[in-house]
């Protein structure tokens, strides 16, 4: 789901995790009652050192039977004496604390609409559940949904999954994915458009964005054609909005209880941004600048609309020629590079005015319909934004411009998408949290720990709710720190009893369940639940989970060994 790229880069996801469910055992060390602490520095991270305790037994049922009601109450324990709200904005008393939810696996529905890898994810809940978790957020994919024909969708194993939560207590936010998956970082399966809008597209090809060079991109509708009726007589929009409407009445019983989130695909990666930097074959690698999306014949449509508006009928006829490749830097351009580039002329300034604010709009249309849809059904709406933190040294900005965020040295392109978002009660969901600037290029100029603080500048001044996701798989204590930071929000030192009002976490996998990554993992929702009133130190919370993680080690393991 998250695309954003960097030198800490994790291991792709390991292939056994696509197959079916597994009852094959694995050996794998459990934790005991002690526990070594070690001093962590900021170089790096030294993990704990578990002593050996017995494998876990084999009577599976067993040990869930055993496990079932003391997970249940050390769940209670963690949570705390009160029950923490899930709240816009944080507003739950001051440093009440961050909600965690996990990211399920982009392939948990199959391409039959059953539930993939049942017995692993029961088990993985009923996990997560015991160490503390808010709950999990699953991509609802339009490509499986609707698949077949126009207006019939099967929501089959997404009703199993729903049902699947609620039975262990967790809350979900589900992802309407307009987008395809597969061509990104982290897209460890493939799910195309549903194939009666790839026929379209196929049909008509100008519906997909398209660069400069005519190289065509089906991840996600073009936003040029938002308002024709192009897909078997309806708009992009209405198909969204139908979707979201079938999904509202289908999943009604669970709104506000145990669906409490619809996070609005907006692009490519389910992210509001165009396809500026697509890894599929080969395309783009990071730390690219990307390209500018906007040749289709609608969105030049429209560009020779504004430019007419502008009294500048030449510039109408074509995006920028001279913005360079995907891969090339910002210096190697006329258009991006520092002294005398296009992008700070009187052109770059109404070019990039409409070109951004086309994605602004296109957002705008889409959440006034899920606001009309959602409407006093108690769910929250809210919108995922890229951490675009390559090349944000420089003066242009120029990968978050190629993405449709007019951010410059010179001008906040996060505030008007902020903005926007408050208009409709929405939240700014934000990736790359986990990121420290240290720790990438140093030549391409990355900086994430910046950007994460423009981004909250901008949401605490248009009075909009911050949720954050890490971009990338991190299982170490000094990924947990740092989201752990940004989610306070102490960016300008005068933050008050603001935090995020939710972090999810990416994501669950064989790795996450290991028994040290699980073992940090315990102590971070931990840590992050106790918000701001913490007067524990990293090493006291560990000891204090340490008899939880111990307990609930067989049920962990039994996680594990299912999902390879």
Not at 249 to 257: A, E, I, R, V
Not at 417 to 445: K, S, V, Y
Request: hydrophobic letters at 35%.
């Amino acid at each position: 789901m998250t695309h954003q790229i960097g030198s800490m880069a994790g291991a792709a996801m390991d292939s056994s995790f696509n197959t079916g469910d597994s009852t094959a055992a694995v050996a794998m060390k459990s934790p005991g009652t002690s526990l070594k602490c070690k001093a962590m520095r900021t170089d790096g991270v030294e993990g704990l050192s578990p002593p050996l305790s017995p494998c876990m037994t084999t009577d599976t049922r067993a040990v869930r039977a055993d496990l079932s009601a003391v997970c249940k109450a050390l769940a209670t324990e963690v949570e705390g004496a009160e029950e923490k709200e899930y709240a816009v904005g944080g507003k739950k008393g001051v440093g009440s604390g961050v909600p965690v939810f996990v990211m399920m696996p982009l392939d948990s529905v199959t391409a039959g609409n059953t539930v993939n890898r049942r017995k692993a994810v029961n088990a993985a809940m009923a996990a997560l559940k015991s160490a503390g978790v808010e709950g999990v957020m699953m991509d609802v994919w339009w490509g499986l949904v609707e698949r077949e024909k126009p207006g019939e969708y099967n929501w089959g194993g997404y009703v199993e999954l729903m049902e699947m939560a609620k039975k262990h207590g967790l809350k979900v936010q589900a992802v309407m994915s307009f987008h395809q998956c597969g061509g990104n970082v982290g897209d460890s399966c493939t799910i195309p458009l549903p194939k009666w809008v790839v026929e379209e597209i196929n049909n008509d090809q100008d519906l997909a964005y398209t660069d400069q060079w005519g190289r065509r991109n089906y991840e996600y509708v073009s936003l040029g054609c938002d308002t024709l009726p192009v897909l078997k007589g309806r708009t992009p929009v209405q198909c969204y909005a139908d979707f979201m409407s079938s999904f509202r009445d289908t999943f009604k019983h669970l709104l506000g209880d145990t669906i409490v989130e619809i996070q609005v695909g907006m692009g490519p990666a389910g992210e509001l941004r165009y396809p500026s930097y697509p890894e599929q074959n080969g395309t783009w690698k990071f730390p690219g600048i990307g390209a500018f999306q906007c040749f289709d014949k609608y969105m030049l449509r429209s560009l020779k609309a504004a430019a007419e508006a502008e009294g500048k009928p030449e510039w109408g006829s074509t995006g920028p020629t001279d913005a360079g490749h995907y891969n090339n830097w910002p210096e190697d351009t006329q258009f991006f590079r520092k002294e005398g580039g296009g992008w700070n002329g009187h052109y770059g300034e109404f070019f990039l005015t409409w070109y951004s604010q086309m994605l602004l709009n296109h957002g705008d249309r889409i959440l006034t319909s899920a606001k009309s849809i959602f409407d006093n059904t108690g769910v929250k709406i809210s919108v995922k934004i890229a951490g675009i933190h390559w090349h944000y040294g420089s003066r242009s900005h120029a990968p978050e411009l190629t993405a449709g965020y007019y951010n410059t040295r010179f001008r906040d392109g996060y505030l008007p998408i902020a903005q926007m978002l408050a208009r409709h009660g929405a939240i700014f969901n934000f990736t790359c949290i986990e990121m420290r600037d240290h720790e990438q290029p140093q030549d391409a100029l990355c900086a994430p720990e910046k950007l994460v603080k423009q981004v909250a500048l901008a949401t605490q001044k248009a009075q909009v709710a911050l949720a954050g996701e890490n971009a990338l798989p991190r299982f170490d204590d000094y990924a947990h720190e740092q989201i752990i930071r940004a989610s306070q929000l102490d960016v300008d030192g005068d933050s008050g009893d603001r935090e995020m009002c939710a972090f999810t976490y990416l994501r669950m996998n064989p790795h996450l369940f290991e028994p040290d990554n699980w073992r940090k993992f315990v102590a971070f929702v931990k840590k992050m639940k106790e918000g701001k009133r913490a007067n524990k130190c990293w090493e006291e919370v560990e000891r204090e989970a340490e008899h939880f993680v111990h307990i609930t080690q067989p049920l962990v393991q039994e996680a594990a060994v299912l999902m390879h």
